[in-house]
């Protein structure tokens, strides 16, 4: 009898381990991604909103139009109302960020209510770009490109304030082109230094790269650090950066200071 059970049980077992299981990756909810900026550049200060797709579609995100948009400046009391310029994208003209202040954005979309606060720090001044080294010259290999590309270190030169800590995004466009590499530094470790920490840009000789450097609050500066250690990152189970956005909203809401210098690659 023993001997039979022990057969039984040993079929059973084999019999589960060759079952097919069937795991469904649609059912997760959508969730929205908000992507909020108010900057000091004119036209700069617009707000996108998508939803996430499931495991097995593929780009591009579904847009959300028809919600409601608006970024008060807490420090003046004034609110604007962002209108819907196209799919998903919302602008007002009117909004210009001022350095210090700080802001709410609300998203009402449907019966859900999202929220965010950013404050702008006041404007670093960014001196120059300097080219460290020249096109062909470096180990190639940079982030997304072949060898023979992503070896231009560009160092943009400006001197850190050692009043207060600094957080800084650098935004980098190579012929006009907007460059996917995330490029975000803080002043922890070198407060008040005048060396800052150079660029890894994939570009060629004669190529146009603009660099906008952009002054953020540590929350954002956070959200962008994670972003960039989940991309590079390829042994963990990734998980979405910390978003400043309440109530499950993915995406960053960012009143950022910006200055724009450009160079050509030698």
């Known amino acids: 009898m023993r001997k039979i059970i022990t057969a039984f049980f040993t079929c059973a077992i084999l019999f589960s381990c060759t079952k097919e299981i069937d795991i469904d990756l649609n059912e997760s909810n959508p969730k929205f991604v908000i ?41 003046v009391n004034q609110t604007y109302t962002l209108s819907e310029i196209a799919a998903g994208l919302y602008y007002n003209s009117s909004l210009l960020g001022a350095e210090g202040h700080t802001y709410t954005i609300t998203v009402n979309i449907g019966t859900e209510i999202f929220t965010a606060v950013s404050t702008m720090p006041y404007r670093v001044n960014l001196d120059s770009l300097v080219q460290e080294n020249l096109a062909g010259t470096g180990t190639g290999g940079g982030p997304g490109g072949p060898a023979g590309t992503g070896n231009i270190t560009i160092t943009p030169k400006y001197a850190d304030p050692s009043a207060f800590e600094n957080y800084y995004q650098f935004v980098v466009s190579r012929n006009g082109v907007l460059q996917n590499d995330i490029f975000v530094r803080s002043d922890i470790g070198f407060n008040g230094s005048t060396s800052p920490l150079p660029l890894r840009v994939d570009a060629e000789k004669n190529d146009v790269v603009t660099v906008d450097m952009q002054g953020i609050d540590k929350a954002v500066y956070n959200y962008f650090f994670g972003l960039n ?38």
Do not use: R, W
Request: no cysteine; charged share 10%.
């Open 229 to 266: 250690e989940n991309i590079n990152q390829s042994t963990a189970t990734p998980a979405n950066p910390a978003s400043n956005f309440n109530n499950g909203a993915l995406g960053y809401f960012k009143a950022h200071t910006t200055q724009t210098k450009t160079i050509i690659i030698q």
């Open 35 to 75: 992507e909020g900026n108010v900057s000091t550049a004119l036209g700069a200060s617009k707000v996108t909103i998508h939803k996430t797709i499931n495991f097995d579609e593929s780009a591009p995100y579904p847009t959300v139009s028809a919600a409601l948009v608006t970024i008060t400046d807490n420090t």
